[in-house]
């Protein structure tokens, strides 16, 4: 809160300002987290720590250091109260319960107070003797000029009016430099008569001892006895107090030894917990690594598989395009067998061999009967192989969501184990910590009280050297007082002689005188008197007995005090108890008891931490040998492939054949026009063969074939081809015995044979053409190399990828070993540490 006041008199104007500012305190806001968070905590902090170190820029004038005003807002407004022209008045407000917080506030409050500053009186004039000082300033800024020119001759006056300002400047300096020294001598000055003062008041004080000491050794010198025997049990005492010490420091020191042992222990347990916290971190990093190239190897995998399951389907639409293609060739194999079939209705010349035709027909009827099965066989396996397929790709898409999903579970497991191996590590390290913070201060207890009892300790010695040394003193005086007793006792005994012949002359005289009663009465009367003397003698001899006996017993006591409780100046130091060292001890045992329970938590994690290793390794050789199942499956699929393969090539074979079957047939226009009856037969047969391909084709179009049935067809076309070189041979031998005009009849029905045979090709060329558009049968023939190539490729993909799955599967053993042999270690480490 600022307040600005302005007093005005007669041509003067004086502005007050007063600032009200209340700081917080300096308590620490970071040490609850909770408070750290809170932005305003964290601005106050900011505040407070700009706010002490322009203070501290301020108080010490001989630091370089810059006040910074513009570092905080609150310093910025306060820059004026703290420098300025200001009379700064601070109040401190502190709580004796928050002790932390008080004495950083004190602190502060000390800088504070070095601070100082040189206010001014801010008196301004009012507007018109403003104005006409205004113009009588500027006209001495004016003459001042004129004198700097040299203008006038008063130039060196100036000049030294100049270096007298300058010497006079300087001489206030040094003058307040003085005053400021002086001002520093005098305290130091007043502090050292205060010190002074109080030594002379110690000194009194230790002389009206003395003086008293002196009186009480005075009035103690009679009392010889006393004292030796004092003197003796002091020694005594001494002597069990010195043993009792040494014994206690003895097991001080024996405790402070165990304590650091246990400490060092601790220590050896904190670093071997951390070594293996570390050992686990870094066999978790490694399992991640595995993981991760588990998964570079699995999204591997996957790849080559998806590029086998594209190269079937390739595979699968050749297979498609060269049935379609074996289709077409049957399609005009159908047109071929028709016009073979009118060609043998004209040729009704060839009764001859209608038999052999029967026959052959009847072997056809089989050979038919045969290849409908197999086509029934291979429709029926296409339909499984579909249906295998289906159920395959499914499977394969099962399994792969199963091992994600597992993968993911895996890695959740694995990133919940790691959290919490770190927050168990993080446990583990607190409480080490807090139980070796807490050894360090019960051993810094220890050693400050072992330094106090060391202290003590001195104390006593000083104190019994001077009881030893006031003690001799005391000897001495005692022998004195022996010789006094002596010279005492023997002017005693003189008494005694001299009063007994007293007596005697006294009974001489009452004997022989006559006034008896006298000598009588002066008789007891010295006897009455010389009792009260001694009776008076005695009684001061037992009250100074008894002051001396006080005496004793109090020097006594305050050696007992001195030997449980030491006083040193401010009274303040006081030895362990023995309830204090048995509380000690008793918190030792305890915090054993929890050490150990923390080392069998500890040894509980890690069998726990064991048990989910091993876990987590039966699950990964279980999916190991779910991988090494889903191989050979894949395996058995791509074995499968093979023989599909080889059965598509043992159908290219097939189709190959009828190509030369039907080019062997065209061949026969090289062939003479003088045949016999034989070719004619041949003719016949095939005609015949011919027509009952054409009906089985007839009933199912599709040109799936089986490895038995096309080795049928080849044997059939093979037979066919002998049947024509009979034929030919036939005709060479029977080429003289035919006649002209059956020779003429037999040339007229070849030509129209080989015309039908010619139109037939033509007809199965535009079928072709129309079937593969701009493909010719070397383009075929390469796309059929192509993909048998792409079948090679698949093959040696599939031979890479069991090749690799066998060294995972090593790699896993030899893995699984090491784990093994890692967990054996560990239970051997936990059994020795136990």
């Known amino acids: 809160m600022t307040i600005e006041i302005v007093a005005k008199t007669k041509g003067f104007v004086i502005p007050l300002r007063m600032v009200f500012a209340e700081l917080p305190g300096t308590e620490r806001l970071a040490v609850d987290m909770a408070v750290l968070r809170a932005s305003e905590g964290l601005q106050i902090n900011r505040e407070l720590i700009a706010f002490a170190n322009v203070c501290r820029a301020l108080s010490d004038e001989s630091r370089a250091d810059f006040a910074n005003f513009a570092e905080s807002k609150t310093t910025s407004l306060l820059s004026d109260c703290l420098e300025g022209n200001t009379k700064t008045l601070v109040l401190v407000n502190v709580d004796l319960e928050e002790k932390a917080a008080a004495l950083a506030t004190l602190r502060l409050a000390q800088i ?37 020119k040299g203008v006038t001759t008063d130039g060196e006056k100036y000049q030294d009016t100049q270096v007298m300002k300058a010497a006079m400047l300087e001489l206030q300096g040094r003058v307040i430099a003085s005053e400021k020294a002086k001002a520093v001598i005098m305290a130091e000055k007043q502090k050292s008569s205060a010190a002074v003062i109080d030594l002379r008041v110690k000194y009194r004080e230790l002389l009206a001892a003395k003086t008293a000491l002196q009186a009480e050794m005075l009035n103690s010198e009679e009392q010889r006895l006393q004292l030796s025997k004092t003197l003796i049990d002091m020694q005594m005492s001494e002597t069990d107090l010195k043993e009792n010490l040494a014994n206690e420091k003895y097991e001080l ?27 686990m971190r870094k066999k978790n990093e490694e399992q991640q690594k595995e993981r991760n190239a588990m998964a570079l190897e699995y999204v591997a995998l996957r790849h080559n598989y998806d590029n086998i399951m594209g190269d079937l389907g390739t595979a699968r639409n050749r297979n498609e395009t060269l049935g379609i293609e074996l289709l077409n060739l049957v399609n005009a194999k159908k047109e071929l067998e028709e016009r073979s079939s009118a060609q043998d209705e004209q040729v009704a010349v060839l009764n001859a061999s209608l038999k052999d035709a029967n026959t052959a027909k009847t072997a056809l009827q089989e050979s038919l009967n045969s290849l409908q099965a197999s086509e029934r066989e291979l429709r029926l396996q296409n339909e499984n192989m579909s249906v295998m397929a289906i159920k395959k790709d499914v499977e394969i898409r099962q399994l792969q969501t199963e091992f994600e999903s597992k993968k993911v579970l895996m890695e959740r497991a694995q990133i ?121 003698e005695i009684a001061d001899g037992r009250s100074r007995e008894r002051t001396i006996n006080r005496k004793m017993r109090k020097l006594a006591t305050a050696y007992r005090e001195l030997a449980h409780a030491f006083e040193d100046g401010d009274k303040t130091v006081k030895p362990l108890s023995e309830s204090q060292v048995g509380d000690i001890s008793l918190e030792v045992a305890q915090n054993e008891v929890s050490w150990q329970s923390e ?30 199942k889903v191989v050979g499956r894949l395996r058995r699929e791509l074995e499968e492939i093979g023989r599909d393969k080889q059965e598509i090539a043992a159908e290219l074979t097939a189709v190959k054949m009828v190509h030369s079957a039907c080019g062997d047939v065209l061949a026969a226009k090289s062939v003479s026009t003088d045949m016999g009856p034989a070719t004619t037969d041949a003719l016949k047969s095939i005609k015949n063969e011919i027509e009952l391909l054409r009906k089985a084709y007839a009933t199912d179009p599709r040109p799936e074939l089986h490895a038995g049935t096309s080795d049928d067809s080849r044997r059939e076309i093979e037979r066919l081809r002998e049947k024509l070189k009979t034929a030919g041979k036939s005709k060479r031998r029977s080429g003289e015995k035919m006649s002209s005009s059956e020779g003429e009849a037999l040339r007229a029905e070849i030509r129209d044979l080989q015309e039908q045979i010619r139109v ?34 698949a093959e040696a993909q599939v031979r890479q990828l069991q090749a690799y799955i066998q060294k995972q599967v090593a790699a896993f053993d030899k893995e699984r070993q090491h784990l093994k042999q890692q967990i054996t270690e560990m239970k051997a480490a936990a059994e020795a540490a136990s």
């Open 416 to 536: 919940d184990f790691i959290k919490e191996k770190e927050a168990e590590s993080a446990l583990i390290r607190t409480s080490a910590d807090k139980e070796t913070h807490r050894l360090t201060t019960i051993k810094s207890e220890m050693e400050k009280t072992m330094e106090r009892l060391q202290s003590d300790l001195k104390v006593v010695r000083r104190n019994l050297a001077t009881a030893e040394a006031e003690l001799t003193g005391l000897s001495d005086k005692n022998v004195q007082m022996d010789a006094e007793i002596v010279t005492l006792r023997e002017s005693t005994a003189q008494q005694a002689e001299a009063y007994r012949r007293r007596i005697l002359q006294l009974v001489s005289d009452v004997g022989e005188g006559d006034d008896s009663r006298k000598l009588v009465q002066e008789l007891i009367e010295d006897h009455a008197r010389v009792q009260t003397q001694q009776n008076a």
């Open 112 to 148: 504070m107070s070095a601070i100082t500053t040189f206010p001014v009186a801010n008196d301004e004039l009012s507007a018109g003797l403003l104005r006409a000082l205004r113009v009588k300033n500027m006209a001495l800024i004016e003459e001042v000029r004129g004198l700097r």
């Open 760 to 793: 037939a090709k033509e007809a199965e060329d535009r079928v072709l053409k129309a079937v593969t558009g701009t493909r010719t049968a070397a383009q075929a023939e390469q796309e059929r190399a192509a993909l048998s190539m792409q079948c090679a490729r």
């Open 253 to 279: 020191e024996t405790r402070l030894l165990t304590s650091e042992g246990d400490i060092a222990d601790l220590q050896a347990k904190e670093k071997r917990l951390t070594q293996e916290a570390q050992e």
């Open 599 to 628: 080392i069998d938590g500890v040894r509980i994690r890690l069998q726990t931490a064991q048990t989910q290793m091993e876990s987590c390794k039966e699950e990964m050789v279980k999916q190991a040998e779910e991988q090494k």
